[in-house]
């Protein structure tokens, strides 16, 4: 897994990371059947996760809205620019919409590809 990735497909990745936590939660829940109260409980709190990955999906689709559509320079697909900074959803390259940015929130390694879009 890359150290850096876009920040759109970090929450999708820990919003379905949420869905198979409930799950194996609620799974987990089956294995205590004889007593119906803490079966209950692992019921609920893989529900609780379901739900707030659901939540996340939700607020991902907000977020991507506010994003700037742009197109890559390096792979040439179009991806969405989070905030004045982010990566590249397809290879990970490092984007900015603010000139005056370049090379502060990445790594060094990263200031040398850094590139502006142009708007
Ligand atoms: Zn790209």
């Known amino acids: 897994m890359a150290k850096y990735s876009s920040k759109i497909n970090k929450i999708r990745t820990f919003a379905l990371s949420l869905i198979f936590v409930g799950f194996i939660v609620m799974?987990?829940?089956?294995?205590?059947?004889?007593?119906?109260?803490?079966?209950?409980?692992?019921?609920?709190?893989?529900?609780?996760?379901?739900?707030?990955?659901?939540?996340?999906y939700f607020w991902i689709g907000m977020l991507s809205t506010k994003a700037v559509q742009v197109?890559?320079?390096?792979?040439?697909?179009?991806?969405?620019?989070?905030?004045?900074?982010?990566?590249?959803?397809?290879?990970?390259?490092?984007?900015?919409?603010?000139?005056?940015?370049?090379?502060?929130?990445?790594?060094?390694?990263y200031n040398k590809k850094e590139k502006r879009i142009e708007q």
């Open 27 to 56: 799974y987990i829940g089956i294995f205590f059947r004889n007593s119906p109260l803490i079966m209950s409980i692992f019921m609920l709190l893989g529900v609780i996760f379901i739900i707030a990955s659901t939540g996340i």
């Open 71 to 109: 197109v890559c320079p390096n792979c040439e697909k179009a991806t969405k620019v989070l905030g004045r900074v982010d990566m590249c959803m397809h290879c990970n390259e490092p984007l900015t919409l603010d000139a005056s940015l370049e090379g502060k929130e990445f790594d060094q390694k």
